[in-house]
């Protein structure tokens, strides 16, 4: 677990609050809106990893953050439901929580991690720049 004044991050499955999770992703989100509680469910269960971001406070601890890493934890990673509430927003935490990710021991060995955003400057101070194309490799993606 990872502490930074008020909040934490873990990659407990059991703290997840999967109530804040659906309700971001199925109607707050720009990319997943209308999701159905069973494809979130199982999204989450064949990911590698999946990190939550908590709000300790007197009264008990709240979810206000979370992503999720779909790996092979050797070679590729992809980011995907990248969400801080927007309440929390503003105070570094979606930073704070990309660079966990990146830093997590079980993705030391990964050579890539890749997303895709329509928020492309979050990501840019990270490290993150746009796939460029060259001669030996083309990323590919295809809609289904």
Not at 24 to 36: Q, V
Not at 51 to 56: A, P, S
Not at 115 to 128: Q, R, V
Request: with cysteine.
């Amino acid at each position: 677990m990872w502490r930074r004044d008020a909040y934490n991050i873990s990659t407990d499955r059991s703290l997840l609050d999967f109530a804040v999770i659906h309700r971001f992703i199925s109607r707050e989100s720009y990319w997943g809106l209308g999701r159905s509680p069973e494809f979130v469910r199982k999204a989450m269960a064949h990911s590698a990893l999946c990190f939550g971001v908590y709000h300790e406070h007197g009264a008990g601890r709240d979810q206000v953050g979370f992503a999720r890493v779909v790996s092979d934890l050797t070679t590729f990673g992809y980011i995907a439901d990248v969400f801080v509430l927007r309440d929390y927003r503003g105070q570094g935490l979606g930073k704070w929580l990309l660079c966990t990710i990146m830093e997590h021991p079980e993705l030391s060995a990964v050579t890539r991690l890749a997303l895709f955003t329509n928020t492309p400057e979050f990501y840019s101070g990270l490290g993150f720049t746009a796939f460029e194309q060259t001669p030996a490799n083309v990323f590919l993606t295809r809609k289904l």
